[in-house]
Every structure is written in structure tokens, then in C-alpha cells.
């Protein structure tokens, strides 16, 4: 299959794998609606794609991923109708990914923020450089972290440091990532390449029927866990999006002051 045609991605196949680097390095590889939307359509065309037996996704620049974008909330801010496009994509996003037959890794680069982390935690295998940090800091900036790390979180590490993590909204550096079981691998920055070379070569050159049959059986969880929570999680972090919390937290992000927080 011929991926071609995205802006916000840059996609090259090498035999049987294909890398995909999110290219926006100037915003952190910030995940707005157009750069999500493209991730959508390459989760959907990867179901057609009979020549690529694993994906390696990693960002451009000193970032994975930062996450959401804030100054893309802010015009998002009063339209209803946006909005709830926004989490319609936002919903297949999620369910779409969990449906990608091809062993998914996530190359881990730089740090993984928000919907980054979430991004990169419902691949099949994560690998972080040992400089880079992971974590999930919804509430911070006044929203709910509805958006998939209710699902991944508490499966991978357990409900009390899902709480721990998802409620603090802190960051998390490779090898705490790595010892509490969130991510599969930190590695010394210059072995990182190796290290993912290492596991795509040894699944695109095995049994793929095999390896991908096993993939969907093991992603039944996740995607049980994605119709228990998915829903109310984006509903919750509709209305968190609205608030004055969150509104009071992208002024003092573009202001470069702390915000202060009112509980609305």
C-alpha cells in the first residue's frame, strides 16, 4: 500500500517495516486535530497493508510527543460543535488504534506528554531513552485525562499508581517508567536505534499471522477496558474543557506565569 499524502507525518518504509515520525518539532509534536486526524487514516489504511508486518512511531526533534495542543484548545473554547467533533475523533482514534493488526513501537526519543504518553503506551512495545520522561498531566492544566490513559494506566502499573500518576499529573523518567512496568525498555540514548531494529527485525521476520493473532487476542482487555471507560472519560473531559480551570491554565501557559486555579 502506498502511504502517501500526509502533512503532519512523515512515513518510510524499510522492507516489511514502516517508520512514521510525527513531524511537527517546532510545537513538540503537539497532536492537534489535523495531525491526529492523519494518525487516524494511517491506523485505518494500515488494515490494507499486507506489506508491512510492524510500525515504529517516533517524533521529529527533541520530542516524542507533548501532548494536546493548548493554543488549539483555546479556539476551541465556546464551540460546542467543534468540540464535540473533536471527541468523536478522538474516540476512533483510540478504538482504531487498538484495532492495528501490525505489532506497534513506540520510539521513545524524547519525552511523551498527554495524549503522547497515551499514544505511546497502547503500542505493542515501548522504548524510552533514557533522558526522555513520560507522563500524563491532564489535570494540571484543569482537564480530565479522559483521552486513553484511564485505559492503558491502570492496566500497566496497577490502580494505585495509576492514581497516583493520572491524579499528580507528574512526570516520570525512563527508568522509573521501566521499573514499574509502564514502558518496556530504557536504554542508554545511542542504543535506542538498536534496540527497536532489534525487536522489528525479529517480528517482521517471524510468523506475522501468528504474531498479529496474538496481538488481537492479547488487545481484547484493552479494548474491553476501552468500552468500560472511553466514553465517560471523553464526556468528562469535554466538560473540563469548558471550565474556567482550563481556561485560567492556557492564559498563564501564554502568559509563562503559574496559574491560579479556582475549582470551576
Known amino acids: 500500500m502506498n502511504h502517501t499524502g500526509y502533512e503532519h507525518l512523515l512515513i518510510e518504509r524499510r522492507d516489511a517495516v514502516l517508520h512514521v515520525v510525527l513531524n511537527a518539532p517546532d510545537k513538540l509534536n503537539a497532536i492537534d486535530f489535523a495531525m491526529e486526524s492523519e494518525l487516524l487514516r494511517l491506523f485505518q489504511d494500515l488494515r490494507q497493508d499486507r506489506a508491512t508486518a510492524v510500525v515504529v512511531l517516533t517524533g521529529a526533534g527533541r520530542a516524542f510527543s507533548a501532548g494536546g495542543d493548548l493554543q488549539h484548545n483555546l479556539r476551541l473554547l465556546g464551540d460546542l460543535p467543534m468540540i464535540r467533533q473533536e471527541f468523536d475523533l478522538a474516540r476512533r482514534f483510540v478504538n482504531t488504534l487498538l484495532d492495528v493488526e501490525q505489532p506497534l513501537i513506540a520510539r521513545l526519543q524524547g519525552d ?86 532489534r525487536w522489528a527485525g525479529r517480528w517482521s521476520s517471524g510468523p506475522r499471522d501468528a504474531v498479529r493473532w496474538t496481538k488481537a487476542t492479547l488487545n481484547l482487555s484493552l479494548k474491553a477496558q476501552a468500552a468500560l471507560v472511553l466514553d465517560a472519560g471523553l464526556a468528562y ?6 471550565s474556567a480551570d482550563h481556561r485560567e491554565a492556557i492564559e498563564a501557559f501564554l502568559a509563562k506565569r503559574a496559574p491560579q486555579f479556582g475549582g470551576r
Request: glycine letters at 14%; hydrophobic letters at 50%; aromatic letters at 4%.
Open 112 to 197: 511523551a506528554i498527554g495524549l503522547g504518553a497515551t499514544l505511546a503506551l497502547l503500542c505493542d512495545l515501548t522504548v524510552m531513552a533514557d533522558t526522555a520522561r513520560i507522563g500524563d498531566p491532564h489535570v494540571r492544566v484543569g482537564l480530565v485525562a479522559g483521552d486513553g490513559g484511564a485505559i492503558a494506566w491502570p492496566l500497566l502499573v496497577g490502580y494505585a499508581r495509576a492514581k497516583r500518576y493520572l491524579l499528580g499529573g507528574e512526570l516520570i523518567g525512563a527508568a522509573e517508567a521501566e521499573r514499574i512496568g509502564l514502558v518496556n525498555f530504557c536504554v542508554p540514548a545511542a542504543e535506542l536505534d538498536a534496540t527497536v531494529e
Open 237 to 242: 473531559e469535554m466538560n473540563s474543557l469548558q
